[in-house]
């Protein structure tokens, strides 16, 4: 890790709570690295997302697995880190949620809002054998950014994922 | 690492926030369901679903979710939307959007479910549809 690097590890339990909690506490990160509100939203919705696969499909809600959320902040990004203890997924296997049959599916559009929100995203296998998806978010330029988001961008995050 | 005291403070900081409310009214054989708060994992997606099956069970099928006091949507949310939606063309009634803020109306255009939903921004208008 870079010297200038700042880092944040937390351990989370298995339930519903830790998503409102990991989102809460990203989002004091994310607000305290510069990002404006709208950066703010897509970065604490894909934090959400990313500990709701870990909750709902790494650990299957089982109480006695845990979920590990890093945060590193470097000059040039924000990187989350979400890992879970279950058995670790391809991306190529996820449905694509824009697909015709899919589009009335009640679930499955987790990982597509988080690629769509973020600058990169990727999943990995954890250290534990796991998943751990890693994604980030590039920095605001010095000066490019305010409190209240009014940089001029439109809150609707990229297509395409 | 975050400390344990720092923790419980963020979690009683949220909880006011991620409530969700919803509260119905007629509009002759129209139910109009006016949401508010945020629809997210645990809570407010239960919350939605028992108030469309609890309508659902007393007849009432023609359904209009005011979501102008809505400003926040998770996957589960997005997820409960649709199998409302789903619930209610089931069984042979209609399931319609009014009034979303943007940051809604940005998550249903992305996942394609702008087309999917029919959506009002006036309420007069949207309740005249289900004739």
Redesign the interface.
Do not use: H, P, R
């Given at each position: 890790m870079a010297p200038e690097t700042k880092h944040l590890e937390i351990t989370l339990e298995t339930q519903v709570e830790s998503v409102n909690l990991a989102e809460e506490m990203c989002l004091r990160v994310a607000e305290a690295a510069g990002f404006g509100e709208d950066d703010c939203y897509r970065i604490g919705m894909s934090v959400r997302e990313g500990v709701i696969n870990a909750f709902h499909y790494g650990n299957q809600e089982r109480p006695d697995r845990k979920i590990h959320l890093a945060l590193d902040i470097t000059p040039e990004k924000m990187i989350i880190h979400v890992l879970d203890e279950g058995t670790g997924f391809t991306l190529a296997d996820v449905p694509d949620p824009l697909a015709e049959e899919n589009l009335l599916s009640t679930s499955g559009r987790g990982i597509f809002l988080m690629r769509a929100f973020m600058d990169e995203f990727d999943v990995v296998q954890g250290r534990n054998g796991g998943a751990e998806i890693v994604m980030s978010k590039k920095l605001p330029e010095p000066g490019s950014s305010s409190p209240n988001g009014e940089r001029g961008q439109d809150t609707a995050p990229r297509q395409g994922a | 690492?975050?400390s344990a005291g720092k923790?419980q403070r963020?979690?009683r900081?949220?909880k006011g926030k991620?409530s969700l409310r919803a509260t119905h009214r007629d509009a002759g054989p129209v139910t109009v369901v006016d949401l508010s708060g945020r629809i997210?994992?645990?809570d407010g997606s239960a919350l939605l679903r028992k108030t469309i099956r609890g309508l659902l069970e007393d007849q009432r099928k023609k359904i209009l979710l005011n979501l102008a006091d809505v400003d926040y949507i998770?996957?589960?949310g997005?997820?409960?939307l649709?199998?409302g939606?789903?619930a209610v063309k089931n069984q042979g009634g209609d399931l319609k959007l009014l009034q979303l803020t943007?940051?809604v109306r940005?998550?249903l255009?992305?996942?394609?479910?702008y087309t999917?939903f029919d959506v009002f921004t006036d309420e007069s208008s949207a309740i005249r549809s289900f004739n």
């Open positions: - | 690492m975050a923790i963020l979690g900081g949220l991620m997210t994992l645990g998770d996957s589960s997005i997820g409960e649709v199998s939606f789903t943007k940051k940005d998550l255009q992305i996942t394609k479910l999917v």
